[in-house]
């Protein structure tokens, strides 16, 4: 009888979920609320567009139905609405300084503030709805994120965990907003969090997965961009080539006059509502010449990947849209700056195919030139050559396109980065490589459900809390949370294998009262130098007063340090 009852011992053991499954398991849920945080989001934009301006056909379509002074209008009102939040957003008390999702993955404490998250998504609203030249995935991954900071808070996680499931958020919010579950996981393990550790990725793809399945089962899914079937001849990758190399040389040109209009707006000292109604005046100001520079250009990319523009109307188009984007995201306007980038490498890649046919005839049609300048501008902007690479092939689902994607890819961020070593994301990147894990603290990984016993308990508890919890040491303390020492599982054994009455309070001489603890205000380095000595999983964390607050995990502490690492 006692051989089968150990071995049900041992299998329900085994089968105990470890803290790092348990966090899989979260990560699952966030990428659920993630899908459904964005989805809300996506819903209620097109709800609102369509009370406006009685269309559901986009911003492009509502844009041409207008008369001239409301399509001048609109884009000024929006700014204007959209500076008004932004002032109400900053009056609010900031409990953390860390107040944007990329910031919140690698600085502080994982924190998201609910009330500022929300004003940022409603500002982000205001400047969408009114034809700004910018991309709605901004809210949409900050509201995914958001969800995973709520989770992690509710859950009491420490911060390297409340970090990641914050990350698996956006990754949620990527996969939700681009179709794209590798490539929305691989966007925040590359550019965010500059690490592609399987701990992290793990967890980042099954947010995106959980995320995608989500979307399938409640709107179903398709590819965002419809393009024909392309398969670009051998002469195609010369082609691809110099493709590659010109998005390298001209990616930086344009993130450099994204620069100057912020510098341009940044010293105007006009109130900040002022400045963003400016910024939409202009966009409407260059409608009137072109309704295709409202929104994030989703409509006419689609069109260019389906080879509909001529190249004098992809010129002027180009031109008109870069002007937008500079006056949107230069006046301060919060939004997402991806889907903009992706327009100018369609259109950059739909001209360099019309231009290359004259020299190759059929080599490079022009829906895979645009495919492959929406990739090649895209990782010479954000410096991520795979995740760009990833994001065109799910985005588009046209495979013939990939080899020749891949090399200019590639090359564009090859020569991107040697002209202009900051990505679009320099400020996140930057302020990563600031955030030195040595000036955190245990208290920032201290989790508080610590398995403890008392003097007193029985030898039958001492074994039940060691294999609940498959824990190598059970912390003992007294009535007061007063931290006494450890038992450790290999002494009780030993017990165990000896005759004693289970009912019998443990002896005093498992005591180990030398086990080794650590302060709440001990740096990490120091809380590193005593896992060196200690071959255990977790430690015991002590307040001032020596009662037990809880303890930390050597994953957590690893996680921690794990991205300083990679940076370095």
């Keep these: ?69 409301h399509r001048l209008v ?38 998201l503030p609910v009330a500022s998250s929300l004003l940022r998504a409603l500002s982000s609203a205001c400047s969408v709805i009114g034809g700004g030249a910018i991309g709605r995935e901004g809210p949409m991954v900050q509201l995914a994120a958001l969800t995973g900071s709520v989770v992690a808070r509710w859950l009491g996680m420490p911060v390297p965990r409340r970090r990641l499931l914050v990350a698996c958020g956006a990754a949620a919010g990527l996969a939700t907003a681009y179709g794209a579950p590798i490539a929305g996981a691989l966007f925040i393990a590359e550019i965010v969090l ?28 398709q590819p965002l961009y419809t393009m024909p079937p392309v398969s670009p001849t051998g002469a195609a990758l010369g082609a691809c080539g110099v493709l590659g190399f010109l998005a390298g040389v001209c990616a930086p040109v344009y993130l450099g ?33 072109a309704p ?4 994030n250009g989703f409509s006419v990319v689609n069109g260019i990947l389906q080879g509909h523009w001529v190249w004098q109307g992809l010129v002027i188009v180009l031109a008109l849209k870069l002007a937008a984007v500079a006056a949107t995201t230069g006046s301060g306007a919060v939004g997402g700056i991806f889907t903009p980038t992706l327009f100018v490498g369609a259109a950059s890649g739909g001209l360099f195919a019309l231009a290359a046919d004259a020299f190759w005839p059929g080599a490079l049609p022009v829906p895979a030139g645009a495919a492959i300048g929406m990739g090649a501008f895209l990782a010479a902007s954000t410096h991520a050559p795979l995740t760009s690479i990833l994001m065109i092939f799910e985005m588009t689902e046209n495979y013939g396109i990939v080899a020749p994607l891949m090399l200019a890819c590639v090359l564009a961020f090859s020569f991107s980065r040697l002209i202009r070593p900051d990505s679009i994301y320099a400020s996140s990147q930057r302020a990563k490589a ?12 201290v989790r508080d459900e610590s398995i403890t016993v008392v003097p007193g308990d029985s030898i039958e508890a001492v074994e039940q809390r060691l294999v609940e919890s498959r824990w190598r040491h059970v912390y003992v303390v007294d009535a007061g949370r007063v931290f006494l020492g450890a038992i450790a599982m290999h002494d009780l054994v030993g017990l165990l294998k000896e005759a004693h009455d289970a009912g019998a309070p443990w002896p005093p001489q498992l005591l180990q009262s030398g086990y080794p603890r650590l302060a709440m ?17 977790r430690l015991p964390v002590l307040d001032a007063a020596g009662r037990l607050a809880g303890h930390i995990a050597k994953t957590d502490l690893v996680l921690m340090l794990r991205d300083q690492v990679a940076v370095a």
């Excluded at 295709?292 to 929104?295: A, D, K, N």
Aim: include cysteine; aromatic fraction near 6%; charge should be neutral.
């Design 74 to 111: 609109a884009p000024a009102v929006g700014g204007l609405l959209a500076g008004l939040v932004l002032v109400a957003l900053r009056r609010l008390p900031q409990r953390t300084p860390h107040g944007d999702y990329m910031e919140a993955t690698v600085l502080g404490r994982g924190d």
């Design 257 to 289: 006059l994204l620069d100057l209009s912020k510098a341009a707006f940044a010293a105007w000292r006009v109130p900040l509502p002022l400045k963003l109604a400016a910024g939409g005046l202009a966009v409407g100001l260059l409608s009137l010449q």
């Design 194 to 221: 500059q690490s592609l550790a399987t701990e992290t990725l793990a967890a980042l793809l099954i947010a995106s997965v959980c995320a995608h399945a989500t979307v399938a089962a409640l709107v179903g899914t």
């Design 434 to 445: 600031v955030a030195d894990p040595r000036v955190a603290t245990a208290r920032d990984l």
């Design 1 to 69: 009888m006692k051989k089968p009852l150990e071995f049900a011992v041992v299998l329900l053991e085994r089968l105990r979920p470890s803290d790092w499954q348990r966090t899989l398991a979260w990560a699952a849920l966030v990428g659920f609320t993630g899908a459904l945080a964005t989805l809300g989001f996506r819903i209620a934009l097109g709800a609102v567009e369509t009370l406006l301006y009685g269309t559901a056909g986009g911003l492009v379509e509502a844009a041409e139905s207008l008369s001239w002074w």
């Design 292 to 295: 295709q520079v409202w929104g």
């Design 521 to 537: 205000d001990m740096p990490l380095w120091e809380v590193l130098r005593v896992f060196e000595d200690h071959p255990g999983e």
